[in-house]
């Protein structure tokens, strides 16, 4: 065979050798007829497998890079509607304040009220403030029990320690926002439900992670609405109480513990009670 | 394509990528810690350099231009006596080329027969069955025709199968 055909047919036959060789690495199927030399290519791809897997602390070094460089800072929003449980079906919608001009943040930051909690902030907005958000679609799942909250999150869930008028817990969501960035741990929250198993929900657990490794999951909660917010103190610790007025008061509490950002809600327990409550979550 | 958006991409891959990244630093070096080190460098040199990533398709390419950076920079450093050449290459047929991080057997006859390769055809292989890249990305890395790479790969895996076959 002439010289240039030999170099055309080998040509050939490496490009289909390689095509092959893609597929294989990929994950696809294979040829029935494969070229002897796939095997020693399936060989070669096994050393990615052989070798250790990449040590913790080197995982963590990169990563505290990206999360250092990228610096994102997410602001989780809540519309409070006045309805029944309309908390439930409020729009929930996330700002990313790097998205705000300079001139913006002035500006909000005139109207907004503010309490720092810690590793958070609880911010207020009034409803007459537009808002430069978006709205994101989130994944909810439910959970059979804490065990299973547990073996997601990597820690137990933080629950009451006792409950009133024979109260219990009735179902468990995992809730997750696929848009948020990539660095984002999902799923974001977990709302643990209580109240008589026959009636409607009397209050809600949130339970957002504050930071895993070098990582801020969460930065804060801006609650958009006819909001009042007072400091208070729960088991030592600051709290934002906020009473959201309408149709129905709401009352949400906010605060901080070992690492969570906790969340009760509830538009049939006074704010006495929710505080109660509060007390006892471990 | 935004700098956030950039971000984005890095975020979203190096869990998948920081694998390979480490896995052809071992086998360009024959110390852990130093493969370790030149990965972590290869990263936050990536980050600083996030205006050069075209694309999130250009991504492994990308990042393993930069690695390639940096493995050449520190054998730049480190040995200056070896032609760049030679710094490409695996230690000598014979030894225990991995050091501390031969795992098995297996992988022992790998990466020896490896060893046996030229350096060109050691990076190649390196590179499409470590880092994962196509024959395109290959080329751009190594200055090289997509068609190249692909006959250089199909000799060396020749190559390899008889060095395989004799060793088995």
């Known amino acids: 065979m002439p010289k240039k055909e030999k170099t055309k047919a080998e040509r050939s036959k490496a490009q289909t050798l390689s095509a092959e060789i893609d597929r294989m690495l990929s994950g696809g199927p294979g040829q029935t007829d494969r070229d002897p030399l796939i095997e020693t290519a399936y060989r070669l791809g096994q050393i990615n497998v052989l070798l250790p897997t990449v040590p913790k602390s080197l995982e963590q070094r990169v990563a505290g890079a990206i999360a250092a460089a990228a610096g994102p800072q997410i602001s989780f929003r809540q519309r409070i509607q006045p309805a029944l449980w309309g908390a439930m079906a409020a729009t929930v919608v996330l700002l990313l304040l790097w998205t705000i001009t300079p001139g913006g943040r002035m500006v909000l930051a005139d109207m907004l009220s503010t309490l720092h909690l810690g590793q958070t902030w609880i911010t207020v907005t009034p409803t007459s403030v537009p808002a430069d958000v978006q709205e994101t679609p989130s994944l909810r799942e439910l959970l059979p029990n804490l065990a299973a909250v547990e073996a997601q999150m990597g820690r137990p869930p933080a629950v009451p320690q006792t409950l009133p008028g024979g109260y219990e817990l009735t179902e468990i969501t995992a809730v997750s926002y696929p848009d948020l960035p990539a660095l984002t741990s999902q799923p974001f929250l977990y709302e643990l439900c209580y109240g008589h198993p026959e009636d409607e929900p009397a209050f809600y657990l949130k339970e957002y992670r504050l930071a895993l490794s070098e990582f801020k999951n969460i930065s804060g909660i801006d609650y958009a609405g006819d909001i009042v917010m007072e400091q208070v103190s729960v088991s030592g610790i600051d709290g934002a109480l906020l009473t959201a007025t309408g149709k129905e008061t709401q009352y949400i509490l906010v605060w901080e513990r070992d690492g969570l950002l906790l969340e009760l809600q509830s538009t049939i327990l006074s704010k006495e009670e929710l505080l109660d409550i509060a007390q006892t979550v471990r | ?168």
């Open chain 2, 1 to 168: 394509m935004s700098q956030r958006g950039k971000y984005e991409i890095l975020a979203q891959h190096y869990s998948e990528y920081l694998p390979r990244v480490l896995n052809y630093m071992r086998l360009r070096t024959d110390n852990e810690a130093l493969a370790q080190d030149l990965t972590a460098r290869t990263f936050e040199r990536a980050l600083s350099r996030l205006s050069s990533l075209r694309d999130a398709g250009a991504f492994g390419g990308w990042l393993f231009a930069i690695a390639r950076t940096e493995v050449a920079g520190h054998y730049r450093r480190h040995r200056p006596q070896l032609p760049l050449e030679s710094a490409y290459g695996c230690p000598t047929p014979g030894e225990s080329a991995e050091g501390q991080v031969v795992q098995s057997e297996e992988l022992a006859n790998l990466v020896g027969a490896l060893a046996s390769l030229q350096a060109r055809e050691q990076e190649i292989i390196r590179l499409k069955f470590i880092a994962g890249l196509t024959n395109r990305a290959i080329g751009k890395a190594m200055g090289l025709r997509a068609g190249n790479v692909a006959v250089i790969l199909h000799r060396a895996l020749r190559k390899l199968r008889t060095q395989l076959e004799s060793e088995d």
